[in-house]
């Protein structure tokens, strides 16, 4: 389905979950708090189905924040992290330790990009490790708007063509469980094939 090839869709749904425990541990050991990452659902969807999805999932959620890396080595791909405004905010404060307004703020923003980082990366390197190849992220860029409108950064044809594999995330982190979702949109050539 959308040109995701079915090893890569067979090691997402049996790697999801010690991807996400392993980015749970990095992120421990970077912020010295007992942080639990679980996998609550690993799934294939299209990209125009993502946006339902959330909205399902989230109805008061207008906006959303976004964390994406670029992925190169193994296929071309973006990781994107993806929360609610509200549970951004919630993950930010708890990590900072102070209620955070919204808007974040450029510390709340840079502390979200951290997570986005070490949890892509965690992520790319279990894919990597699994395949036996290089897949490398690009710095996180955090960004804020609507699923569209996050689309709009991507490449043209994320929007239209890409499958998404797709995992919900709940972060524990001083027993506050807060919840994500990170998404794998690969980038397609002609005829929907990964590049």
Do not use: C
């Not at 109805?59 to 791909?77: C, R, T």
């Not at 992290?81 to 930010?92: D, I, K, N």
């Not at 404060?93 to 965690?122: K, R």
């Amino acid at each position: 389905m959308g040109g995701i090839p079915d090893e890569v869709v067979k090691v997402w749904e049996k790697l999801t979950g010690p991807a996400l425990t392993q980015a749970g541990e990095a992120l421990a050991q970077m912020t010295g708090l007992f942080v639990s990452i679980q996998n609550a659902g690993a799934r294939q969807v299209p990209w125009p189905a993502l946006s339902g999805i959330l909205a399902l999932e989230h109805p008061e959620a207008d906006a959303l924040y976004g964390v994406q890396l670029d992925a190169n080595g193994l296929f071309e791909a973006t990781i994107l992290l993806l929360f609610t405004e509200e549970s951004a905010r919630r993950l930010v404060s708890v990590l900072m330790g102070e209620d955070i307004p919204l808007p974040l703020d450029g510390m709340g923003e840079s502390a979200l990009g951290e997570v986005g980082n070490v949890t892509g990366t965690a992520f790319l390197n279990v894919f990597a490790n699994a395949f036996h190849r290089r897949w490398e992220p690009s710095p996180p860029k955090v960004r804020h708007g609507s699923l569209d409108a996050l689309a709009a950064g991507l490449w043209p044809e994320a929007a239209q063509h890409a499958t998404v594999l797709i995992s919900e995330a709940i972060f524990t982190i001083r027993a506050q469980a807060i919840d994500g979702y990170v998404a794998v949109i690969p980038r397609v050539g002609p005829g929907g094939i990964p590049v």
